[in-house]
């Protein structure tokens, strides 16, 4: 299994801002993704994190807006740029040890944009 | 069509009552099922894979359906601590990603 402390575990933000989120893992783990879940909905993918390269986007999700950073195998940041409050959202990290075993999810970041 | 379909429910049943959950899934490559419960306000947390031959954990049974790609939960003896929402995910085919179903919520009634 992996533990994973992903912060801040909330936050308020004002419109326009940005906001930069850190996942820290205590082993290394080969995947990591960034989700998102809106009030009353369930998780969305927003990107796969990769380790020495560009992140890898869902459809409909573009890097200006969500860009993220692998700088090695424990650690990511996801950046929810120029918000709006159609960004307030849960966002969780989550990793991935091996293909096809269970994914471990953060404790989620609550980002409300007033 | 989804990648992944579950009843949103919610399901409100009594203690003690026994429950079962669908998800359909539109891969037929998918090689990956899991249940997680998402308790409010908190992160998902995995209940148990799903296993070709189903499993059983306790309570809780899980079975695949290959043929007509669906997974399936079932909760006997509900408890009142049973309820929350769960989740079905569902590898996609060739990579590391979890695709998420709506969530089917659970509501066990005293």
């Known amino acids: 299994s992996a533990v994973i402390s992903q912060k801040p575990s909330r936050d308020i933000c004002q419109r326009g801002t940005s906001l930069t989120i850190q996942c820290q893992v205590d082993?290394?783990?080969?995947?990591m993704f960034w989700y998102r879940q809106q009030p009353g909905q369930s998780l969305t993918l927003i990107a796969t994190?990769?380790?020495?390269?560009?992140?890898?986007?869902e459809s409909g999700f573009v890097i200006d807006k969500f860009p993220i950073s692998r700088p090695n195998l424990t650690f990511s940041t996801l950046t929810v740029s120029n918000m709006s409050p159609e960004d307030s959202s849960i966002y969780l990290c989550s990793v991935g040890t091996q293909m096809n075993t269970e994914a471990f999810f953060g404790q989620g970041t609550r980002l409300t944009v007033v | 069509r989804k990648e992944v379909e579950q009843d949103p429910g919610p399901f409100n049943v009594p203690e003690g009552a026994t429950v079962a959950f669908n998800c359909t899934y539109s891969?037929?490559?998918?090689?990956?099922f899991f249940w997680y419960r998402q308790d409010c306000r908190k992160e998902p947390k995995l209940l148990m894979s799903?296993?070709?031959s189903g499993n059983e954990d306790g309570r809780f049974t899980a079975q695949l359906n290959r043929a007509s790609q669906y997974i399936s939960l079932l909760i006997r003896d509900s408890k009142l601590s049973d309820s929350a929402t769960y989740l079905c995910?569902?590898?996609?085919?060739?990579?590391?990603?979890?695709?998420f179903g709506t969530g089917t919520r659970l509501k066990v009634l005293a």
């Open positions: 995910v569902v590898n996609r085919p060739g990579t590391y990603k979890y695709i």
């Open positions: 082993s290394q783990v080969t995947m």
């Open positions: 994190a990769n380790q020495g390269s560009e992140a890898t986007y």
């Open positions: 799903v296993y070709s």
């Open positions: 891969n037929s490559a998918s090689q990956s």
